[in-house]
Nanobody, 123 residues
Framework: QVQLVESGGGLVQAGGSLGLSCAAS????????MGWFRQAPGKEREFVAA????????DYAGAVKGRFTISRDNAKNTVYLQMNSLKPEDTAVYYC????????????????WGQGTQVTVSS
């Protein structure tokens, strides 16, 4: 059983930056693909970014590519999401997830989820 705890959310103005962290415990962190997802009010949870355990490759949703960066530190069992040039439409609860997904952006393929952290971008 893997436990995930996100931190770093908050309120930021449009154009600003924010960094999220997700600390994992209870499993072999390096053997999981780590993903970030987000859910805005009234919308479905959507893929943001992920880092594959097998080849280290990172993938991004089109809406965040070039602005967000995912990274991981296997020694610290932590995955990060650096968010730059934030927009009001980035406002959502951000979730960290772990799994061995067949499709890196497919929500149901992830086994473990954090409780989420709120990110609010004001215009």
């Amino acid at each position: 059983q893997v436990q995930l705890v996100e931190s770093g959310g908050g309120l930021v103005q449009a154009g600003g930056s924010l960094g999220l962290s997700c600390a994992a415990s209870g499993g072999t962190f390096s053997s999981y693909t780590m993903g970030w997802f987000r859910q805005a009010p009234g919308k479905e949870r959507e893929f943001v970014a992920a880092n594959s355990w097998s080849d280290g490759r990172s993938d991004y949703a089109g809406a965040v590519k070039g602005r967000f960066t995912i990274s991981r530190d296997n020694a610290k069992n932590t995955v990060y999401l650096q968010m730059n040039s934030l927009k009001p439409e980035d406002t959502a609860v951000y979730y960290c997830a772990a799994g061995r997904p067949y499709s890196i952006a497919y929500v149901p393929d992830y086994i473990y989820w954090g409780q989420g952290t709120q990110v609010t971008v004001s215009s």
